[in-house]
């Protein structure tokens, strides 16, 4: 689910032009419309990762283009008691999890390549 709110993930589809353009475009606060399938039990998850969409922390870098680390977990939790969030174990594990996938797109890094600490 990150990894599709950070790329175009259609099968046969090869336009990184265009995913570029989107990628940029998120980064910049304009949420582009396209369509993805959510599964109901990712549904609240996925509602509260698009909610911290402007809560990235954002590593500059000279010369290059910044690194995404991952969401400020302080605004997660925020975002979660605004929502009044009952099963939050759960629901930090799922956004958790999509978050692995959007850092895993904008490094252009497989997934199984990111070193993670279980959570």
């Not at 046969?12 to 949420?31: C, H, P, Q």
């Not at 039990?41 to 969409?53: D, E, G, M, R």
């Not at 500059?60 to 991952?70: A, K, L, N």
């Not at 969030?85 to 850092?103: K, S």
């Amino acid at each position: 689910m990150g990894y599709a709110w950070v790329r175009d993930t259609t099968p046969g589809k090869d336009s990184t032009t265009e995913d570029e353009k989107w990628i940029e475009g998120i980064a910049e606060g304009k949420l582009a419309e396209r369509e993805v399938v959510v599964d109901d039990l990712n549904w609240t998850a996925f509602t509260i990762f698009v909610n911290c969409a402007t809560q990235w922390r954002i590593i500059p870098s000279f010369g290059g283009p910044p690194t995404y680390q991952g969401i400020e977990y302080s605004s997660l939790a925020s975002v979660m008691d605004m929502l009044q969030i009952a099963d939050r174990p759960t629901v930090f594990q799922r956004v958790h999890l999509m978050e692995r996938g959007a850092i895993s797109a904008r490094l252009k890094i497989p997934l199984d390549d990111l070193i993670w600490p279980e959570i």
